[in-house]
């Protein structure tokens, strides 16, 4: 079956070769696809990047070959006898949005792509444009102020050029896609386009082919959703496919300053809260308006999943403690470790949890 985009919204129907980034009623696509049945004998286990499971991916021809650079397979380290760490940031561009920009930019390629616009608060940014350097894309990407100047180095030397936008992270978004409407540029967004979750998905691939199994607590950052929309679609899939019985218990993770999600559930909205950011170190969640919150909160009701926030205080406290035990994060990250331990403070001992590693401490030293 051929796979195409359809409309969140209204159900519309559209090829994905279509460089429309969202259908003309304003909805976000979806993919109108489903994989095979998850089972060991489909992934390639002779491919070290995620691309071992691209047989669960909706990727023609194998324009992925001269995108990856071996993102994925990273390791998942005991932190003590309760908690383990998926060590994402070991990566490329050392974030886990590597997962996602691999997948993206190779449809970018088979589709015929030349050049793309993105906003981002630096992780993805960077890794959208280390993709497009590699198989030759021209990227301009846009960073609200404030974004990490190690985050803006690391974007310019893959040769993308970028803007940094006065204001807050939602009206940086805003700026970028006046320029896709305006000027007709292919929107290699994170958040929009689903061709980036069939990417993140493959964290929880990973996570059964190294333990065998899903770990009871599955702690997940979320501000727009990338990487919890994808492990969601990963359970999903693993679930339909007889290879696990249920759904783990999933703990979304929010800033104290920023937490639209965890408002809507408290007052059982549909739609995320409407919230005003206040500056926190967990800058990559810290998302006022996420584009997806209707299908996000969809998920969270479906699952009964609970949402934990970050107290601001307790971050840097996180970050110096996992740095002396080796584990040197950027501040983002260091809210999910934060956020665990507010969890355990909540609901007691909380053993079998895994958290992310998502990006590396040095990109955010500012």
């Known amino acids: 079956m051929k796979v195409q985009y359809v409309c969140a919204k209204c159900g519309m129907k559209k090829d994905v070769s279509s460089l429309e980034p969202k259908c003309v009623c304003g909805g976000l696509w979806k993919l109108d696809y489903q994989p095979p049945k998850f089972e060991e004998a489909l992934i390639d286990k002779g491919e070290w990047s ?77 890794s959208v444009a280390a993709y497009c350097g590699r198989v030759g894309i021209e990227c301009e990407i846009f960073v609200p102020e404030g974004t990490s100047p190690k985050k803006i180095d690391m974007i310019k030397a893959h040769g993308s050029a970028v803007n940094v936008v006065p204001g ?35 964290y929880i691939y990973e996570i ?6 899903i770990p009871q607590n599955i702690f997940i950052p979320l501000g727009n959703g990338t990487l919890f929309l994808g492990a969601v679609f990963g359970l999903e899939h693993l679930l339909e496919s007889g290879v696990i019985d249920k759904m783990p218990n999933i703990i979304a993770i929010q800033s104290e300053r920023c937490a639209p999600f965890a408002e809507a559930k408290r007052q059982g909205l549909k739609e995320p809260a409407q919230v005003t950011p206040t500056a926190t170190l967990a800058e990559g969640i810290a998302i006022g308006q996420p584009m997806r919150g209707a299908e996000i909160l969809e998920k969270i009701y479906q699952y009964d999943m609970e949402i934990v926030e970050i107290p601001e205080e307790s971050i840097l406290p996180a970050r110096a403690e996992l740095a002396k035990k080796g584990i040197y994060c950027e501040h983002t990250t260091a809210g999910n470790y934060a956020a665990y331990l507010r969890y355990c403070e909540l609901h007691g001992k909380t053993p079998d949890s895994l958290i992310t590693m998502c990006g590396a401490g040095l990109k955010s030293d500012h």
């Open 168 to 202: 807050s992270r939602d009206h940086c978004a805003d700026v970028c896609r006046a320029k896709v409407n305006d000027e007709g540029k292919y929107y290699a967004n994170h958040v929009y386009n689903p061709f980036f979750y069939q990417g993140t998905k493959t």
């Open 50 to 126: 995620i691309f071992r499971y691209r047989n669960f991916m909706p990727l023609e021809g194998d324009d992925w070959k001269a995108v990856t650079m071996g993102e994925g397979m990273t390791p998942i380290v005991k932190y003590d006898e309760d908690l383990m760490l998926k060590m994402d940031y070991f990566m490329p561009t050392l974030s886990f949005k590597d997962r996602g920009a691999a997948v993206l930019v190779a449809h970018c390629k088979a589709i015929g792509v030349d050049s793309v616009v993105q906003d981002s608060s630096g992780n993805a940014g960077n």
């Open 208 to 213: 059964y082919e190294q333990l065998g199994r």
